[in-house]
């Protein structure tokens, strides 16, 4: 198998969509680097249109700079024209081409251009970045809402599936989402593949080279190899990207103490546990400046449960990685045998919360928990102004004091138990599901059960 012949992406169905609808906007595709970002596009280019005219800012210095020296929009139209005509493309009108920009944080110019050149309906144009937070500051022209913003994340579970099992795996997967959503029981021999299968992603994680390489080889030392060379372009970046030596060095800091956060029984972010005797003002923008790669998520603590749960977001936070299978890098060398052999230890109830932190995202639901004195909620999320709590489970054992008493104390009207157990929706209130159903279900659909 090469790459491509599997990876499908969730992501291309609303590319289809833009396509077919005969959209008046334009795309930009945001997402942490490595991510799939200009896989995904050129590939539905290819399937999709006669021909891609593929501009990218990092590598075409020489383009780079001609739109960085654009006076106006139709010179940018003639450059397109012309540079079209030396790929053999002698047509670029939305019929037959798709332009696709890629790496356009590098280009302030060629961002602020999105917005005329879409306007005057005549080209499909789809723009992704990476670091656009960082790039571009607020120092550019807005698009505004005729180019639409995708936020583009690591596989997730299902997509990893897809990338292992053939076709007709996807009609089993379809049968157990039906199941869940009645209450049924997982077969047997389903539920241990797909527990056995969540262990397995929590190590590979969803970086499409990593997971196209794991389908591929299935070699763990491959794996860890090709991760530690995206947390290394991460910190490479951190050196490129930031502004002076003082928030590299800060920024580099915070990035590889994570695994450290994780490693205390409060799995709240600590400044001290980066660097000893030291504060938040001592590191000036570095958790900020991380989030806005993409590469980590905070989930914030909640003071209180009046109102929204952004109404009652509190100042302390965990952070999260954007991909698991990139914290479990971090981790060591010899994470992946422990994960195998179930001898985790501290690190055993941090994996399953990052690992539900990511289906969440991916989910496109913002980060809550809630600490009430000496017990914890995972997480909370809210649906038609009702908060729901979610607690994960590391074992078998999912006895949860804190879920219980968060239950007695405020009475939502459904809480949610996740574990490696069958599912379980008999309780009026706590239903029980199996990370792989929380994993594959839309996050209505587990609303609903």
């Not at 076709?167 to 049968?175: A, N, Q, R, T, V």
């Not at 490129?240 to 060095?249: E, F, G, H, L």
């Not at 004195?373 to 908060?387: A, H, M, R, S, T």
Request: proline content about 2%; overall charge neutral.
């Amino acid at each position: 198998m090469k790459l491509g012949d599997n990876m499908k992406r969730k992501i291309y169905t609303e590319l289809i969509e833009w396509k077919d609808k005969n959209s008046s906007q334009s795309l930009l595709i945001k997402g942490a680097r490595q991510v799939g970002k200009t896989f995904i596009v050129k590939e539905f280019g290819k399937k999709e249109f006669s021909n891609v005219l593929y501009i990218n800012f990092e590598d075409q210095m020489d383009l780079r700079d001609l739109f960085n020296n654009m006076s106006n929009v139709e010179e940018a139209v003639k450059v397109l024209q012309a540079y079209g005509v030396s790929k053999n493309i002698f047509n670029i009108e939305k019929e037959n081409t798709l332009l696709f920009f890629d790496e356009i944080q590098l280009s302030k110019r060629a961002y602020s251009l999105l917005k005329p050149l879409t306007e005057m309906n005549r080209f499909k144009i789809i723009a992704s970045g990476s670091l656009l937070g960082i790039n571009l500051g607020g120092d550019y022209l807005n698009p505004g809402p005729i180019v639409k913003h995708i936020e583009m994340y690591p596989m997730d579970f299902e997509e990893f599936l897809w990338a292992k099992y053939d076709l007709g795996f996807e009609k089993i997967i379809e049968s157990i989402k039906e199941d869940a959503k009645s209450g049924k029981l997982t077969n047997e021999f389903y539920h241990d593949l797909l527990n056995n299968e969540i262990k397995e992603y929590i190590i590979i994680g969803g970086m499409p080279q990593v997971v196209s390489s794991y389908a591929i080889n299935e070699d763990y030392g491959d794996v860890f190899i090709k991760q530690e060379a995206i947390n290394n372009l991460y910190r490479s970046d951190i050196q490129q990207y930031q502004t002076n030596k003082d928030n590299q060095m800060n920024t580099l800091k915070c990035f590889d103490s994570i695994p450290r956060q994780f490693s205390k029984e409060n799995h709240r972010f600590v400044y001290s546990v980066v660097e000893k005797d030291k504060r938040a003002r001592h590191f000036g923008n570095a958790i900020d400046w991380l989030e806005r790669t993409g590469n980590v998520t905070k989930c914030y603590n909640v003071d209180h449960l009046s109102g929204s749960l952004i109404d009652g977001k509190g100042a302390s936070y965990k952070l999260y990685m954007n991909d698991i299978g990139l914290l479990v890098n971090m981790l060591g060398k010899d994470y992946v045998y422990k994960i195998k052999n179930n001898e985790l230890g501290m690190f055993k109830g941090a994996l399953w919360e990052q690992l539900l932190a990511q289906m969440l995202i991916s989910k496109s639901q913002d980060l809550y928990y809630i600490r009430i004195g000496d017990y914890e909620i995972d997480f909370l999320i809210q649906d038609k102004g009702k908060i729901l709590p979610i607690e994960c489970k590391s074992g078998g054992n999912t006895k949860s004091k804190s879920l219980k008493s968060y239950i007695d104390s405020f009475s939502p009207v459904k809480a949610f138990k996740v574990s490696m157990n069958n599912i379980n929706i008999s309780d009026i209130t706590t239903k029980a599901i199996p990370y792989y159903i929380f994993a594959l279900l839309s996050i209505e659909e587990i609303i609903n059960l």
